[in-house]
């Protein structure tokens, strides 16, 4: 019998299994960047971006409605939250930094909150049921900016400004697919920054992420994560979208030790979800990852660039959104 090498074997594996996988692309040309996904269910998709834009599918990406909210036709709203087909909250950036509602599904929005403090950069949103969620933005006289709301997002707070993480010379958030924020636990958010150099913050805890740093446009851009241990971590640097090097990083011990796949994800990446048991979903400018094998290994699934890739808090659909108004669904498909 003719023996294959290990690695052989592995890269046949993973040839196996990224044909078994796609993305279709739903719809493109409408004049925005999308940084912002918010998948409520397998039908009703939110997304929102550049140019005050917002989108909204109620049939499972089949057909999509658009918005340019009014009076704010220049702002980049790179995050995005929604709770059914009616409500959701958008993030517009800074300066001045804004959080807007709606509840009548985009026709209208109400301005929830406003900051406009010389360098306020609003970076994600996340939430941890319906009424409670938090904002993160980059550092101001080296603390994170943090704000909490407890009534849907109707208002926010500011926590107290010894309470707020602090941060070292050259360290921020990447505004780049609202995912460097997630409510691990019932009480528990956790973040990652990037800049010269990437910390993963738990609490008081701040732990050294093993990803490409030394550039403002290097680190951490994303996590994800499948239980309260273990977290996937990827970046890059997104001047240099083909590099592979110091792209992903995994902990299943809450940043006690790191593990570097063995075939990283095919470039920078922006995003990262966690899609079944052993499976991840990545998307950078230069394509999209599919991991089978829990991270150990990674496939180019696609080479359409997108910013952002989320799954439906309840239900099976992922979702992704990128460039040029392109939206685009993950699919599995059945052997």
Known sequence: MKLIPAFLCLLLTIGTASQAQQVQVLTKGTPTSIRGLSVVNDDVVWVSGSAGKVGRSIDGGLHWEWHTVRGY???EFRDIEAFDDQTALIMGIGEPAYILRTTDGGQNWQLVYKNDKKGMFLDAMEFWNEQSGIVIGDPIDGRFFIARTFDNGVSWNEIPEPNKPQAIQGEACFASSGTNVRAVQKS????????????????????????MEGRES?????????????????????????????NCAITRDRGKSWEIPAVPPHGYRSCVEHIGKKEWLTCGLN?????????????????EGFHVCRKAKKGNAVFLAGGNGKIGKFIKQQK
């Open 73 to 75: 036709e220049k702002t």
């Open 188 to 211: 528990e958010a956790v973040f990652v920054s990037g800049g010269l150099q990437s910390f993963l913050h738990i609490r008081d805890q701040k732990i050294k992420i093993p990803l």
């Open 218 to 246: 290097t680190g951490a851009n994303s996590f994800a994560f499948k239980h309260p241990y273990t977290y996937m971590v990827v970046g890059g640097d997104f001047n240099q979208r083909d590099s592979i090097g110091g």
């Open 287 to 303: 394509g999209v990852d599919y991991s089978y094998d829990d991270g150990l290994s990674f496939s180019l699934i696609s080479q």
